[in-house]
């Protein structure tokens, strides 16, 4: 039977400014799609806004077997990333948040449509404010992504809520990665995986670390690589492989997801003539 991940949260639509293009994705749509191409049952739930954006996203999820039943259309622009790139290196410009926190309640009908699934992951750019304790009430098992905008305060107020943390700490030396994921640790999770780009990646796990070399890569786009890292590593978890083999397994599919543009694909054109009606 297949394992059934939710996506609850962010969603964005990424625009590659220089090269005219625009692509569906955010944390936590693009791990709800990768984990359906890797054959789990996935649902998104998350705000689109009433303008094409909001459609790019949903059309991309619905042709990609993604589940989006309980999603909101808010009246409004979705949220949109934009990104710039210098050869093979990105970064971002500017974002609009649009309607992405524009969550209203959460019904009976959420609650159990979210504890119907074997894990929820959500991220730190979900905008979920105090939902995020409604959210852990339903879920069986909550993972969720720091990224790189983890810090002391935001560590200490939604670690107690997560069973499963990432963070982004590129720069870390291996010692320093260990303190932070033993900090990590003592605020709640019962696991911890930092990424740390081209080193790999390292995780705290039952009172023992474990540290996992980056895959070899035909590099195209890295975007939506650590996503891509985290839906092998959730579903490796859920099929009861142990933290080093989950740390593999995330690897490897990170390593796929740069053979391609954008988190995963469905772009289409986009105009500095949208960039002004914005």
Same mark, same amino acid.
């Given at each position: 039977?297949?394992?059934? +991940?939710?996506?609850?949260?962010?969603?964005? !639509?990424? /625009?590659? !400014?220089?090269?005219?293009?625009?692509? =569906?994705?955010?944390? *936590?749509?693009?791990?709800?799609?990768? *984990?359906?191409?890797?054959?789990?049952? /996935?649902?998104?739930?998350?705000?689109?806004?009433?303008?094409?954006?909001?459609?790019?996203?949903?059309?991309?999820? /619905?042709?990609?077997?993604?589940?989006?039943?309980?999603? &909101?259309? %808010? =009246?409004? %622009?979705?949220?949109?990333?934009?990104?710039?790139?210098?050869?093979?290196?990105?970064?971002? +410009? &500017?974002?609009? %948040?649009? !309607?992405?926190?524009?969550?209203?309640?959460?019904?009976?009908?959420?609650?159990?449509?979210?504890?119907?699934?074997?894990?929820?992951?959500?991220?730190?750019?979900?905008?979920?404010?105090?939902?995020?304790?409604?959210? %852990?009430?339903?879920?069986?098992?909550?993972?969720?992504?720091?990224?790189?905008?983890?810090?002391?305060?935001?560590?200490?107020?939604? +670690?107690?809520?997560?069973?499963?943390?990432?963070?982004?700490? =590129?720069?870390?030396?291996?010692?320093?990665?260990?303190?932070?994921?033993? &900090?990590?640790?003592?605020?709640? =999770?019962?696991? @911890?995986?930092?990424? &740390?780009?081209?080193?790999?990646?390292? @995780?705290?796990?039952?009172?023992?670390?474990?540290?996992?070399?980056? /895959?070899? *890569?035909?590099? !195209?786009?890295?975007?939506?690589?650590?996503?891509?890292?985290?839906?092998?590593?959730?579903? *490796?978890?859920?099929?009861?492989?142990?933290?080093?083999?989950?740390?593999?397994?995330?690897?490897?599919?990170?390593?796929?997801?740069?053979?391609?543009?954008?988190?995963?694909?469905?772009?289409?054109?986009?105009?500095?003539?949208?960039?002004?009606?914005?």
């Amino acid at each position: 039977m297949a394992h059934r +991940l939710l996506g609850l949260g962010d969603n964005t !639509v990424d /625009t590659y !400014v220089d090269r005219g293009l625009q692509f =569906p994705g955010g944390n *936590a749509v693009n791990v709800a799609v990768q *984990a359906k191409r890797l054959g789990a049952e /996935t649902g998104y739930l998350g705000c689109f806004g009433s303008d094409a954006a909001g459609t790019l996203l949903s059309d991309a999820l /619905t042709r990609e077997g993604v589940d989006i039943a309980r999603c &909101r259309i %808010r =009246p409004g %622009r979705n949220a949109r990333a934009f990104i710039g790139h210098h050869g093979q290196d990105r970064r971002f +410009l &500017r974002s609009e %948040r649009g !309607v992405r926190g524009d969550w209203g309640s959460f019904d009976g009908d959420d609650l159990a449509y979210i504890a119907s699934y074997d894990i929820v992951h959500s991220s730190i750019y979900s905008e979920l404010g105090d939902a995020l304790s409604v959210v %852990r009430g339903a879920a069986r098992r909550l993972s969720y992504d720091f990224s790189e905008r983890w810090t002391d305060e935001n560590l200490a107020a939604t +670690l107690p809520a997560v069973d499963i943390a990432f963070l982004s700490h =590129p720069s870390a030396s291996d010692e320093e990665c260990r303190a932070l994921l033993t &900090r990590c640790i003592g605020l709640g =999770p019962g696991m @911890a995986v930092a990424t &740390r780009g081209a080193k790999g990646a390292m @995780a705290l796990a039952s009172g023992s670390f474990h540290a996992q070399g980056a /895959t070899p *890569a035909s590099v !195209v786009d890295t975007l939506g690589a650590g996503d891509g890292f985290i839906a092998a590593c959730l579903l *490796a978890i859920l099929d009861g492989a142990g933290m080093a083999a989950a740390l593999a397994a995330g690897a490897g599919h990170a390593a796929q997801v740069c053979g391609y543009q954008g988190g995963f694909g469905h772009g289409v054109a986009w105009s500095h003539t949208e960039a002004a009606a914005l």
